[in-house]
C-alpha cells in the first residue's frame, strides 16, 4: 500500500511540473509572444560590425530603446537573424552584441593532439523562426520569463574595422 501512495505522490508531481514549465508554449510546442506587454518598446536599432580580417566574422550591435519598463521586470536577451545575446543596461537604454561564427581555419592532422585547438561550432536551434526585419526580446516579469516580438528595428550604416597587423 506504501508503494501506491508513493507512486501517487511522484506521479502528481511529475504532472505538475510539466504543466508549469510549458505556459510559454502553444498545442505546437512554439513559444508564445505576450499580445499585452506592459514593457514597451520605441524601437530596437542594429548595427553591422565588420571585422577586417576575414576569420574573426561578423557582429550586430543591436541597442534598445525602452519607452516604458514597469519595475518588476527586467531585459534578458535579444534574438536576431538567428543570433541569440545577453541583453545589459547602459546608459538608460539595452545594448546586445550578437557575433556571428567565425571563418577560423580548421586543424586538420593524423596527430589528434594538434586538433585539439579546434573549437566547437554551436548549433544550438533558435526557438524562433524570424524574418531579417524582426527580433524578440525576452525578460522576465515576476520571475517568469516571457517573449516581446518586435518590428520595429532601424538599421543604422555598418562599421567597418581595419584589419591589424600580424602577430611577431
Excluded at 113 to 119: A, P
Aim: with cysteine.
Amino acid at each position: 500500500m506504501k508503494i501506491y501512495g508513493l507512486l501517487t505522490i511522484i506521479f502528481s508531481l511529475a504532472v505538475l511540473t510539466t504543466c508549469s514549465t510549458n505556459k510559454n508554449k502553444n498545442a505546437n510546442n512554439a513559444l508564445l509572444f505576450e499580445k499585452d506587454a506592459l514593457i514597451k518598446i520605441n524601437q530596437v536599432t542594429y548595427q553591422k560590425q565588420v571585422a577586417g580580417k576575414e576569420e574573426v566574422g561578423e557582429s550586430y550591435k543591436l541597442m534598445v530603446d525602452i519607452l516604458s519598463n514597469p519595475k518588476n521586470s527586467e531585459l534578458d536577451s535579444i534574438y536576431f537573424r538567428g543570433l541569440k545575446g545577453k541583453l545589459k543596461l547602459q546608459n538608460n537604454s539595452y545594448t546586445a552584441v550578437l557575433n556571428g561564427p567565425s571563418n577560423r581555419d580548421l586543424i586538420m592532422s593524423e596527430n589528434q593532439i594538434e586538433e585539439l585547438e579546434n573549437e566547437l561550432p554551436d548549433i544550438s536551434k533558435m526557438p524562433f523562426n524570424l524574418n531579417d526585419k524582426e527580433c524578440v526580446i525576452s525578460y522576465i516579469e515576476n520571475s517568469r520569463t516571457k517573449f516581446l516580438k518586435t518590428t520595429k528595428l532601424k538599421e543604422l550604416p555598418a562599421t567597418y574595422y581595419p584589419s591589424t597587423p600580424p602577430k611577431k
